[in-house]
């Protein structure tokens, strides 16, 4: 292995060839470039690059271009210098996107669960799966928990459901492809009579599961969109079956519904209704 400064490969010097519990990786080694920009030094050039993480000019300008033809980087022509590229705003957008959802969202779901007294949640569609951004739950002893973070297979939640409906073809097959298997006996798991379930959300504007993610739980679903009218996250009630028979969920679904609703005005969001 060379030292820093001596040239060599970005495996030789990142230890991507060897074990140690000292060695950085190479993705270790990408993120501490981009970690290097900051408000007061918005661009650096190779040689402070290298001298900054402690390797050779050669790695570094490897490291830059790999990240440039990533769009994580960009070439200021005039400077020679590099700063950060477009592609990190993109992905700086979804995180200030759920930030900004689940601040709004708060306040809404505080009522909504006050208003049925069961657990409910706001949830983000990642992939096939949901992941629960937040979480109150019912103060009744038997109920439905969702720990921050947490994820489950979308295409069996009130939630996954609520956002599959309005997603595109393309990650909807992907759901699809990526294989339905069943968390309980009740799981729906024929594409065919599923890609029917989403048109049924479609016409309702919520999603329903029963026992289908959970065994004794139910859950109600419906989306959030924001300024454009993609929908973004979901809000979610669930309970026992016995507390959620099917005259109440008759009168608690337009509950949920018209939570997302205000969590989408509150994302800028209008509604046929607003004009």
């Given amino acids: 292995m ?10 030789a010097e990142t230890g991507d060839n060897e074990a140690g519990p000292t060695r950085l ?15 007061g ?3 650096i050039g190779i040689t402070a690059l290298s001298r900054k993480l402690g390797i050779a000019k ?22 020679e210098k590099y700063r950060l590229g477009l592609a990190l705003f993109g992905l700086g957008a979804l995180v200030r996107q759920r930030m900004d959802v689940s ?12 208003a049925t007294g069961e657990t409910v949640h706001l949830a983000i569609l990642d992939g096939s799966d949901i992941m629960y951004v937040l979480n109150l739950e019912s103060n009744h002893a038997i109920r439905m928990r969702a720990d921050l973070g947490s994820r489950k297979p979308a295409f069996c939640t009130a939630e996954g459901l609520a956002m599959l409906a309005f997603a595109s073809s ?4 992907a759901v699809m492809a990526s ?19 989403l048109d049924q959300v479609r016409r309702l504007g919520y999603a329903m599961e029963d026992e289908e993610s959970e065994t004794g739980m139910r859950s109600l679903a419906a989306p959030i969109r924001r300024a454009g009218g993609d929908v973004v996250a979901a ?39 607003d004009f």
């Fill in 170 to 173: 393309s990650s909807i097959e």
């Fill in 179 to 197: 294989g339905l298997r069943p968390r309980t006996p009740r799981t729906e798991a024929d594409p065919t009579r599923l890609r029917a379930r």
């Fill in 235 to 273: 809000i979610g009630l669930a309970g026992p079956v016995q507390r959620l028979p099917d005259d109440l969920i008759a009168k608690v679904a337009p509950q949920v519904v018209r939570s997302a609703a205000l969590v989408s005005a509150r994302l800028g969001h209008r509604s046929r209704q």
């Fill in 2 to 11: 060379k030292r820093p400064g001596s040239g060599g490969s970005i495996l």
């Fill in 41 to 43: 030094e918005a661009e």
């Fill in 103 to 114: 601040t709004e969202a708060r306040q809404p779901l505080f009522a909504l669960r006050e």
């Fill in 58 to 79: 050669s790695t570094a300008y490897r490291l830059a271009s790999t990240l440039v033809a990533e769009g994580m980087l960009e070439q200021n022509r005039e400077t």
């Fill in 25 to 39: 990786s190479s993705v270790t080694m990408a993120m501490r470039v981009l970690k290097s920009f900051s408000e």
